[in-house]
């Protein structure tokens, strides 16, 4: 059983930076490849970012490459990513996914998600 638990989130300014944290309650966070994804009104999740069960691997999402992010602690179980650059359109409730095969950018391969923080960017 795996428990996430995002923070991190808020309201900031085009322009500026936020760092997301996602703790993971589990045994062995190394067993699982982690993700970011997002979710804006009226429209689908999309990835965001991944990084491997090693952390040795990662991909983003193109809107967000070269801004975003993604890296992992293990000693604190914690996965985070750093935003910077923010922009209007990066408005969305953010989600912390844990997955037990790799790091994917399809949502089907996380069987284990967060309750999600919410990133507001204001123009």
């Known amino acids: 059983q795996v428990q996430l638990v995002e923070s991190g989130g808020g309201l900031v300014q085009a322009g500026a930076s936020l760092r997301l944290s996602c703790a993971a309650s589990v045994r062995t966070f190394s067993r699982y490849a982690m993700g970011w994804f997002r979710q804006a009104p009226g429209k689908e999740r999309e990835f965001v970012a991944g990084i491997s069960r090693s952390g040795s691997s990662t991909s983003y999402a193109d809107s967000v490459k070269g801004r975003f992010t993604i890296s992992r602690d293990y000693a604190g179980n914690t996965v985070y990513l750093q935003m910077n650059s923010l922009k209007p359109e990066d408005t969305a409730v953010y989600y912390c996914?844990?997955?037990?095969?790799?790091?994917?950018?399809?949502?089907?391969?996380?069987?284990?998600w967060g309750q999600g923080t919410q990133v507001t960017v204001s123009s």
């Open positions: 996914a844990a997955s037990a095969t790799y790091a994917s950018d399809y949502s089907g391969h996380y069987g284990y």
